[in-house]
Nanobody, 126 residues
Framework: QVQLVESGGGLVQAGGSLRLSCAAS????????MGWFRQAPGKEREFVGV????????FYADSVKGRFTISRDNAKNVVYLQMNSLKPEDTAVYYC???????????????????WGQGTQVTVSS
C-alpha cells in the first residue's frame, strides 16, 4: 500500500483558485492510478477526477470538467489538483486516493481505490 497526505486546502472566494497536493510514500507510486474525491457535510463521497499511472490520461466528473486539472510528478511522488473558477458548491473535504486500476473513466467509485489520505478542507465563500 501507499500512504497519502493531502495539503493545500483553505478558504477562497468564489471565482478563485486553489492547488491541492497529495504526497505519497513508497517506491511504487508510479504504478498507481490516482483519484480525487470530495465529501460535503451530509453527502456521500463524490468522484472528482482520476489520472492514470503514467499521467497520460485524465478523466473528470461533469461538475468540475473545464475548471479542475489533475497532474502528477512521479519523480516526486506527488499528485496535484488545480482548481480554478471555484464555486460555493465546491466546498467539501477533498481526498486523494490510490488504486491499482485497470480502467479509467469519468465515473469512478471509492471502492476502485485502496489507499486514502486524511483529507483537506476546501471552503469557497460566495
Amino acid at each position: 500500500q501507499v500512504q497519502l497526505v493531502e495539503s493545500g486546502g483553505g478558504l477562497v472566494q468564489a471565482g478563485g483558485s486553489l492547488r491541492l497536493s497529495c504526497a505519497a510514500s513508497g517506491r511504487t507510486f508510479s504504478r498507481y492510478g490516482m483519484g480525487w474525491f470530495r465529501q460535503a457535510p451530509g453527502k456521500e463521497r463524490e468522484f472528482v477526477g482520476v489520472i492514470s499511472w503514467s499521467g497520460g490520461s485524465t478523466f473528470y466528473a461533469d461538475s468540475v470538467k473545464g475548471r479542475f486539472t489533475i497532474s502528477r510528478d512521479n519523480a516526486k511522488n506527488v499528485v496535484y489538483l488545480q482548481m480554478n473558477s471555484l464555486k460555493p458548491e465546491d466546498t467539501a473535504v477533498y481526498y486523494c486516493a490510490a488504486g491499482m486500476i485497470n480502467y479509467y473513466s469519468d465515473s469512478m467509485y471509492p471502492t476502485d481505490f485502496g489507499s486514502w489520505g486524511q483529507g483537506t478542507q476546501v471552503t469557497v465563500s460566495s
